[in-house]
């Protein structure tokens, strides 16, 4: 989106401490495995939004809108009941459109890098029938190594050990609020905050909503203004962290969350390091992983959009427009997917 070298090793290091010191001290003041990472889901919308021409400054404002959007649902219960109104199967649709380019380019990816890639998609076949918690993260991990060691990363150089730490100065766009900040807010609650909550209150963790998205929603106002998207609740993480494995004892296991923070802070020491590595290697290969890590979740947003009868034409609407990658008024696809199916469901609840 914009962002000098230097400006991506600074989100990235700022990122992840604010993961590690949101785990901890959420999980040290609540006593409750609070795991806080990155948005997936969210990530890839991003990355799908940088041929909007826009710039990074304007990207940064956006950013911060988002954040005051969270902490306003946390603040306010009602902003948190009018997000939930606007059907599950279109939001899945959406996600399943933003989705789909980054699943699509691990197939293009397998066929013009097939030593690289096909060892990757048999290693998470293989693990996603047997493991499948670790299918994405052996097979993404395999994925880095194999890049490593082939010529496509011989321009490849360390550079310092720790990223110059640059403040980026926001700019309000109201193109990119509604392009970047108003999508991606969505996207954050309907694929990371609202299931966190509901697998941490599964494993029988009642997590104080309103306090979890306020302190969230600060930290990432924080981080945004040296380049970082958000700070949000764990999904798969946070089953890891709230399950039995972690530790018998259900009072106990807001240590394996805090440990991970630990974690966190660790990998931003050698922030500089991947953040080159990212930018050495053909941006194919480094999207063919990505495609990987979502294929789940597109799977899963896909089986959501289409499931109630009622709602498969504007699930199919949002999905097709969010999957076609338009832009218009300089407003990426995401936002009109969003928009088209909530006006096909509108129509179709007042025609039945």
């Not at 710039?55 to 649902?73: D, E, N, P, Y």
């Not at 060691?149 to 926001?170: D, K, M, Q, T």
């Not at 966190?196 to 998205?213: C, E, F, N, T, W």
Request: proline share 6%.
């Amino acid at each position: 989106m914009g962002a000098s070298p230097a400006q991506i090793s600074t989100a990235i290091a700022i990122m992840l401490l604010g993961y590690g010191v949101l785990s901890i001290g959420l999980s040290m003041w609540l006593k409750m495995p609070v795991s806080i990472v990155w948005s997936t889901p969210g990530a890839a919308f991003l990355a799908s939004s940088a041929g909007l021409g826009m710039s990074f400054h304007a990207a940064v404002g956006a950013f911060i809108f988002s954040s005051f959007l969270v902490i306003l649902t946390g603040l306010w219960p009602s902003m948190g009941r009018l997000v939930s109104k606007i059907p599950p199967q279109i939001s899945a649709a959406m996600l399943a459109g933003v989705i789909f380019p980054f699943v699509a380019s691990t197939v293009h990816a397998a066929v013009d890098y097939p030593v690289l890639i096909m060892p990757v998609v048999i290693s998470w076949l293989i693990l996603n029938r047997f493991l499948p918690i670790w299918a994405s993260p052996v097979a993404i991990s395999l994925g880095f190594v194999l890049i490593g060691l082939s010529p496509e990363a011989a321009g490849y150089s360390p550079g310092a050990f720790w990223p110059e730490v640059e403040v980026i100065s926001p700019v309000f766009e109201i193109g990119a609020i509604i392009a970047i900040g108003i999508p991606f807010y969505l996207i954050t609650m309907a694929s990371q905050n609202l299931p966190g909550l509901a697998i941490m209150s599964s494993l029988g963790y009642q997590l104080p909503a309103g306090k979890v998205l306020t302190v969230t929603g600060l930290g990432s106002v924080v981080t945004a203004f040296f380049g970082g998207f958000g700070l949000n609740l764990a999904a798969i993480t946070a089953a890891l962290n709230a399950d039995s494995h972690a530790a018998k004892d259900p009072n106990r296991r807001y240590i394996a969350a805090s440990f991970g923070g630990v974690v966190y802070i660790l990998f931003a020491i050698f922030t500089t390091a991947f953040a080159a590595f990212v930018l050495a290697v053909p941006r194919e290969l480094l999207l063919a992983l990505a495609g990987i890590a979502l294929i789940n979740t597109f799977a899963n947003s896909l089986k959501t959009s289409v499931l109630d009868d009622s709602l498969r034409l504007p699930a199919v609407v949002t999905f097709v427009i969010g999957a076609a990658g338009i832009s218009v008024l300089g407003i990426g696809g995401a936002f009109w997917a969003l928009v088209a199916g909530i006006l096909v469901w509108l129509l179709g609840r007042k025609n039945p």
